[in-house]
């Protein structure tokens, strides 16, 4: 089996910022792809940002600046460090990986969410 775990949400001021984590573990070959995703109340899920194995990111419009992805192919660990937080920031973020289990089979994985408030 293969687990996505998100921590570091919360409540913060506009302004201020939030360090998110995700950590995979269980049956993992490889991770192609890690990135998160965010689903405001009302709204789809998006987005947000990407980092390929190799390091290459990839950040929506609106974070472009703000936010800032990295990931630590050693622990199969990815951080969302969000800066300048505004109150449409407020969202459920969830983490996501393109990977390769032990059984060869490549996946998309989620993890079960971190909630980020914003205060205006």
């Known amino acids: 089996q293969v687990q996505l775990v998100e921590s570091g949400g919360g409540l913060v001021q506009a302004g201020g910022s939030l360090r998110l984590s995700c950590a995979a573990s269980g049956s993992i070959l490889s991770i192609y792809v890690m990135g998160w995703y965010r689903q405001a109340p009302g709204k789809e899920r998006e987005l947000v940002a990407f980092?390929?194995?190799?390091?290459?990111?990839n950040y929506v419009d609106s974070v472009k600046g703000r936010f800032t992805i990295s990931r630590d192919n050693a622990t199969k660990t990815v951080y969302l460090q969000m800066n300048s937080l505004k109150p449409e920031d407020t969202a459920v973020y969830y983490c996501?990986?393109?990977?390769?289990?032990?059984?060869?089979?490549?996946?998309?994985?989620w993890g079960k969410g971190t909630l980020v408030t914003v205060s205006s």
């Open positions: 980092i390929i194995s190799d390091g290459r990111t």
């Open positions: 996501n990986a393109d990977l390769i289990a032990t059984t060869l089979r490549r996946g998309d994985y």
